[in-house]
Every structure is written in structure tokens, then in C-alpha cells.
């Protein structure tokens, strides 16, 4: 099979009908969970009930939520037509060009908003005072725009390429780019952690409250460092078992086209998956994130209240209307 070539199979056999089943109905739910995770995420960061989601970390996760709630209204969605009309049909759509370009710019920018967190937490740690200054909202949304640029532009050249040579070149680039980048801030990030842990640990916080405060701080800052290093490890798990689903998609000369299959379904729900796991994490480690998502589910349960309410009392005052001419009308005859 050759790194240039077709798409291994392409001619040779078509994949078993379960199998593309089985990719449809596993996207579906898929779908629903990305789309609604990433969409609460958006409306808590700008809604914002409670005035404390505004800052460049919470914008860059603005920015990943955009690219994974993409990923479920679009690509999510191609995916199950594409694998139901494959096992329906018995043959291979005509052109994948719809599906691979939105899958390629939504996990690039994904990808790489990945790294621009990893950055955003490698400022706020080993230069807290001047962070601010450094990293203000503005230049977050000029990093973001510059992410959805850099990913539309990349997409398109899997148009000249193919999708053989692009997803190496994607794997490769991307990829190993944003893990370097998460390498090697993190490893900066913990040698200041364990510095400003012993630097703290020899404080009289009683004595003196502004030491207090900057613990305070630094343990908040920890907990948010510690959540997206969950993050990147759920990344990880999702990433590095898709490589290695490209690689046996293209490279292995030996395996049946069963296995090549299963490889080529697996390492796009693999890829795809971790779109909708990062929404959940926020929920369940930050408490304003818990709060924001709280407070607009029960605004949407009161207003669903509300308009039932009001729906019953239209009605019933239309029935005792009603009930109360119809007498008159029998008594005029």
C-alpha cells in the first residue's frame, strides 16, 4: 500500500455492512453529546450569570468549544449519512471531499486551541504579575482568529495532496506541534509549582493576609492547571490510538481490509470523541462553570414553567368563556 496511492481497498472490497452500521449508530449519540456539552459551555462563557467567566483562559476554551460543537453539527452528522449510505448502498460514496475538509479545520483548530491554553496556563503560572498585561482578552481573540485562519488555509490543502499524504502531514504537524508545545510548557509549569509550594509552605498565613490572598491564588490557578492537564491526558488517550489507526490504515501491506476497516472507522471516532469530552470536565471541575450551567438550566425550567402556566390559564379562561355564552345561546333559541 502506498503512502501516495489510493485509499487502501478502495478497490478491493467494500467494507462489511455492520461495520458501517455500527459507526453510524455509535456517531449519533456521539452527536448529541457534543452538541450539547459545547453548546452549554459557549452560553455559560457568554452569558456569563455571574460575572466571572470573562478572561483570556475562558476565551480560549470559547475557542475550543467553537471548533468541538463543529464537530458535532457538521462533521458528526456527515459521518453518520456517510457510513449509513456505505452500508446501505454497498459501495463507497463518490467523493469524500465533504467530510474530510470540515474534519481537518475542526480538529486542527481544535488541536491547537489545545495548545494555546497550554501557553495561556504557562504564562499565568510562571508570570503571574505580568500575565495580565501579557495576555489580555484582545490579544486572546487575535491568537483565536489566527487559529481559525491558519486551520481553514491548512484544511484545503488536502484538496492537492489527498487524504493519504494530508493525514500524515496533519498527524505530523499538528499533532506533534501542539504535544511538544503541551510538553514542554508543562514541564516549566510543574518546575515553578513545586517552587512556589515550598515558597508557601514557610508563610504565617494569619499573619500576614496579602500572603494569604497569593496562596489563594496560586491554588486556584493550580486547580485550573491541574483540570486541563486532565484534558490533555483525555487528549492523549483519544490522539495517540488514532495515529496509530492511520498508521495501520496506510502503512500495513499484511492486514485484511476487515482490520483496515475498523482502523479507518476507529481513528475518526477516536479524534472525533474527544470533542465531547472536554465540556463535561469543566462541569465537573470548575465550580463557576457548575454554577453558570446551574443557573441557565433553571432559568430555562422556570421560563418552560412560565409559558405552561400561561397556556393553561389562556385555555381555561377560553373554556369558562365559551361555557359561559353557550347557556345564553340555548336560552335565545
Not at 156 to 182: A, K
Not at 212 to 240: D, N, S
Amino acid at each position: 500500500m502506498s503512502l501516495f496511492g489510493e485509499y487502501p481497498c478502495l478497490n478491493m472490497t467494500i467494507p462489511p455492512s455492520y461495520i458501517s452500521f455500527t459507526t453510524a449508530s455509535i456517531f449519533i449519540p456521539l452527536t448529541l453529546l457534543t452538541v450539547t456539552g459545547n453548546l452549554l459551555v459557549l452560553l455559560a462563557i457568554f452569558v456569563d450569570p455571574y460575572r466571572d467567566l470573562k478572561s483570556p483562559f475562558n476565551y480560549f476554551v470559547a475557542n475550543l468549544a467553537v471548533a468541538d460543537l463543529l464537530v458535532g453539527l457538521v462533521v458528526d452528522p456527515l459521518g453518520v449519512v456517510y457510513h449509513y449510505s456505505e452500508g446501505l448502498q454497498g459501495k463507497y460514496p463518490a467523493s469524500l471531499n465533504y467530510i474530510h475538509v470540515p474534519y481537518f479545520m475542526t480538529s486542527s483548530a481544535s488541536v491547537l486551541s489545545l495548545a494555546a491554553l497550554t501557553f495561556d496556563r504557562y504564562l499565568a503560572i510562571t508570570s503571574p504579575m505580568s500575565y495580565r498585561t501579557r495576555l489580555n482578552p484582545k490579544r486572546a481573540g487575535f491568537v483565536s482568529l489566527g487559529i481559525w485562519v491558519f486551520s481553514v488555509a491548512f484544511s484545503f490543502l488536502y484538496l492537492v495532496t489527498g487524504y493519504l499524504m494530508f493525514s500524515f502531514i496533519f498527524m505530523h504537524t499538528i499533532i506533534l506541534f501542539s504535544f511538544f508545545v503541551m510538553l514542554f510548557t508543562y514541564q516549566r509549569i510543574f518546575k515553578v509549582f513545586r517552587t512556589q509550594v515550598e515558597q508557601w509552605d514557610n508563610m504565617n498565613d494569619a499573619k500576614n493576609e496579602d500572603n494569604f490572598a497569593k496562596r489563594q491564588a496560586v491554588r486556584w490557578e493550580q486547580k485550573v492547571t491541574k483540570t486541563f492537564l486532565i484534558m490533555l491526558v483525555f487528549f492523549l488517550g483519544c490522539y495517540l490510538p488514532a495515529c496509530i489507526c492511520i498508521y495501520i490504515t496506510n502503512l500495513c501491506s499484511t492486514c485484511s481490509c476487515v482490520l483496515i476497516h475498523w482502523a479507518r472507522d476507529a481513528h475518526f471516532f477516536l479524534i472525533l470523541s474527544n470533542s465531547s469530552i472536554n465540556p463535561f470536565l469543566y462541569a465537573v471541575r470548575f465550580e463557576n462553570f457548575r454554577k453558570a450551567f446551574k443557573k441557565m438550566l433553571q432559568c430555562a425550567c422556570l421560563r418552560r414553567r412560565f409559558q405552561s402556566f400561561r397556556l393553561e390559564f389562556v385555555n381555561s379562561s377560553t373554556g369558562e368563556s365559551t361555557t359561559s355564552i353557550a347557556p345564553k345561546t340555548s336560552q335565545s333559541e
